[in-house]
């Protein structure tokens, strides 16, 4: 399995072409990673898109690694408040919260 150090480094350095695919119509916007956090194959980036053009306060993306790397994005989770909720998936998903990571 790929450490953490790797899967950090690499997520930060690509979460804005990420950004970017998944929401093609705002290729201006910057994506800024608040909180990285892994749970197995899995992991969790809380993210913002600068400026907060994109329709919502806070981004969870979520990777698996299971194939591993580059990782594969399976899902979205989108909040403007404290409650998150699902924007879209392409695969099995574990849940997006505090006490899932």
Known sequence: MIGEDERD???SENLDAVGHESFPDDGDVRWRALE???RAEFSFVEAEAEPATVGYAKFGF??????????RLIGCYVT????WSLL???GKLPAWNASAV
Do not use: A, E, K, M
């Not at 979520?62 to 990782?71: A, L």
């Not at 403007?80 to 409650?83: C, L």
């Open 88 to 90: 879209f998936s392409s």
């Open 9 to 11: 480094r690499w997520l």
């Open 62 to 71: 979520v990777f698996d690694w299971t194939g591993g790397r580059p990782p």
């Open 36 to 38: 990285i956090r892994h």
């Open 80 to 83: 403007n408040d404290t409650r």
